[in-house]
């Protein structure tokens, strides 16, 4: 490439750069740099709600019937709606009855403001009532006995819209929708109710909570709608994910979209264009509603995104569990014991203090059993739980629910075979079965009666549906995921609101779980330790776009695990203290607990020493380490790799990771980006916090950065 081609490129991508930034008016601030002072409100005025904190805006329209009209992204001013659909809409008795809407708008590709005046009530849809306004009320009273980087519940206001029956036949059931709109970030939460108060049982067969007929953002003459693209300007989740896949996306049983044939102005051919989103579990509820009891759905988050860029939408995606799920801002520093007896946890738990260790969890393989409900055995963990919360360390240990055989009485039932099988592991138990109630039970006992602090629920329930008649948790298989998902919803709850921290191979983080897993094959423990470390980051880097580092963990193998030879684990852990420092330097510097897996911290005072400075060097830098996290370069073998932290309102404003993996001293030349730290000019950037130098950022928030690696190593820098 000649000079002045070269320069041209990077006067190119100069100018990309700067595009890629979040445009926002002068007026505005970017509210993931400097939260917004609006607070979240809503306002009345004539026959108009809305809802509306800056960020995020939502209109009703009170007319024959309540219905949304406007529903906006302040951030860059997208409107999200073309057409009006129904507030929610259920399935009861198998008759079909829409939530509040109001029909008559014949275009379906845009809504004119004051057309809504027009439009009809739906006579057979259940009718507006009246509106109540609050503040937010928290569904779990969540309680934190570990370190944690969020101490707030989120704040905002609630309203709730009652609705009527349109028929004497349902004259006995109220309705309600519940919107929260939160302070400081573009989100809305959305969930109904419904309350049976007549003397006869309701069969609900489908709860559709959420109805929005969406603007397109893209327009296919041709094309299926599971080939095209979805709405990228709305981001939903629920409470109600699960697979194992250790990801929402995946996890997600409730999201659907669909097309609209009623839209006749679309561009498709065909009028296949996925633009009416409904969102509802498919195998839920099939339940029957008795007299006196509160149906309540799944909690629909809408979270409006006002960029493509997946950083940034990762990054809005971590300000959305700190905001709802604060719990998972929690991280103490553990390890996994295997353990034979009690002696050796009690040496464990000395380890821990002499490290700077704060808790001990018994891994699977030890001689924990919390099924165990005998006095012997409670009394017995109640004296190391009390020993270990003498020395101020936490407790926990390991429980395995769904991948196991039990009987033919209390396992899943195939609905095809009428046999135990067909679970998502094959063969599972029922939490609704006596076994599993009974579980449930024994486990709430176990963590009442010792005082644990920690619960690692492996195999927690994945879904699976059971055609069972007779167990007593479920009526059969029409309502068994629903009842078994409250089984273990309530028992987290119940955990999460007793102090107690949760990990869980599963997304349950909306219903109480602490920590899953960030990503990773079980048997690349079995590598050796060169390898572990390259895939390790790898994990890290791709586990922590759309979790906070806070919400994954990780593994070191301190002993054998999954196979492998003397050059796949640490012990003597003396003749590996390289491997082992930079090990805990990564998970730690990326903020993500692993899961030290053995029977001690350290075999001589020489490994105390190091594991002991690597866990002062965290804690000194614990604030920033757990913030969010850039992710700088993927580590490929071939050249440096890298991560930084942000987190504009930390004295030190960032915390830089760079590695070099290969065999040669590497110098190299990047351009850091540090927009999220939310310095403007100029950034001071220390090499492990010593030797510090001013460097100046262009207009795209960037400075350039040079620095040298030896073979193998690692550095780390502190940004101010």
Request: glycine share 8%; net charge neutral; proline share 4%.
């Amino acid at each position: 490439m000649t000079k002045v081609s070269s320069m041209k490129f990077i006067k190119l991508f100069f100018l990309y750069s700067i595009l890629l930034l979040p445009q926002f008016s002068t007026a505005q601030t970017d509210w993931l740099i400097q939260p917004i002072q609006q607070k979240a409100n809503i306002n009345i005025q004539d026959n108009y709600i809305e809802l509306n904190n800056g960020l995020a805006k939502r209109i009703f329209y009170i007319g024959p019937n309540i219905a949304c009209i406007d529903y906006t992204n302040l951030s860059n001013g997208q409107q999200l709606l073309r057409s009006i659909e129904p507030e929610a809409r259920v399935v009861m008795d198998g008759q079909m009855y829409n939530i509040g809407g109001l029909i008559g708008q014949t275009e379906k590709a845009y809504l004119i403001k004051g057309s809504e005046k027009k439009l009809l009530s739906d006579k057979n849809a259940f009718q507006f009532k009246g509106y109540h306004i609050d503040t937010i009320a928290h569904y779990i009273q969540w309680k934190s006995t570990t370190w944690n980087s969020n101490k707030k519940q989120a704040k905002g206001k609630s309203i709730r819209f009652d609705f009527i029956a349109p028929n004497n036949h349902l004259s006995n059931l109220t309705i309600s929708v519940h919107y929260n709109l939160y302070d400081g970030i573009p989100l809305i939460t959305k969930w109904i109710e419904i309350k049976n108060n007549g003397e006869q049982k309701v069969k609900i067969n489908r709860v559709v909570n959420e109805v929005l007929g969406l603007v397109e953002e893209e327009s296919a003459v041709v094309g299926k709608p599971e080939v095209m693209k979805k709405q990228h300007g709305i981001y939903v989740e629920t409470n109600y994910a699960f697979n194992n896949a250790m990801r929402y996306d995946i996890s997600d049983q409730t999201t659907h979209w669909k097309i609209d044939s009623s839209y006749t102005s679309q561009v498709n051919y065909n009028y296949e264009t996925p633009c009416l989103l409904e969102i509802y579990p498919e195998r839920a509820p099939g339940i029957e509603l008795a007299k006196g009891e509160t149906f309540t759905s799944v909690r629909t988050n809408e979270l409006l995104m006002d960029s493509y860029d997946r950083q940034r939408r990762g990054l809005m995606l971590r300000k959305m569990y700190r905001t709802i799920a604060p719990w998972t801002t929690q991280n103490p520093i553990f390890m996994h014991l295997v353990s034979k007896n009690d002696e050796e946890v009690k040496a464990a738990i000395d380890q821990c203090v002499a490290t700077g260790y704060e808790a001990v969890i018994l891994s699977f393989g030890s001689h924990l059993n919390m099924e165990d409900s005998s006095q012997k055995n409670i009394i017995k963990w109640k004296t190391l739980a009390d020993y270990a919360h003498q020395k101020n360390i936490l407790l926990g240990g390991y429980s395995l629910f769904s991948s196991r055989r039990i009987s033919d009485a209390d396992d899943v039932i195939d609905i095809k075979t009428g046999k135990p099988g067909g679970a998502f592991f094959g063969n599972a138990p029922c939490f609704g079965s006596k076994w599993g109630l009974a579980y449930r039970d024994k486990i709430k006992y176990f963590f009442k009666q010792t005082g644990f602090d920690i619960w690692e629920n492996d195999g927690p329930y994945p879904g699976d549906v059971c055609a069972s008649t007779v167990h007593p948790g479920h009526k059969g298989y029409d309502d068994s995921q629903w009842r078994q998902m409250e089984i273990q919803k309530d028992l987290y709850k119940w955990l999460n609101e007793r102090g107690v921290y949760i990990n869980a191979p599963d997304w349950y983080f909306l219903d109480g779980t602490h920590k899953i897993a960030v990503g990773y094959r079980e048997v690349n423990f079995s590598l050796s330790r060169a390898q572990q470390k390259i895939i390790n980051r790898q994990n890290i880097h791709d586990g922590t776009i759309e979790k906070t580092p806070s919400m994954g963990w990780g593994f070191v193998p301190l002993t054998k695990y999954q196979g492998g030879g003397e050059d796949a684990v640490l012990e003597p852990l003396q003749d590996h203290l390289e491997d082992y420092e930079q090990l805990m330097m990564q998970y730690y510097g990326a903020g993500v607990q692993a899961c030290y897996r053995g029977p001690r911290l350290y075999d001589t005072d020489k490994t105390r020493v190091k594991v002991q400075s690597v866990i002062d060097w965290y804690k000194k830098y614990r604030s920033i380490l757990n913030a969010d996290m850039i992710q700088l370069r993927r580590a490929d073998g071939r050249d440096w790799d890298g991560w930084l932290h942000v987190d504009p309102a930390l004295p030190q404003k960032g915390l830089m990771m760079l590695f070099n993996p290969t065999n040669e001293t590497i110098t190299r030349t990047i351009q850091l980006p540090l927009y999220y730290t939310g310095l403007k000019d100029k950034a001071t950037i220390a090499a492990k916090g010593n030797t510090s130098k001013i460097y100046t950022m262009n207009r795209a928030y960037e400075t350039s950065f040079s620095f040298t690696l030896a073979p193998g190593a690692y550095e780390w820098f502190t940004i101010e």
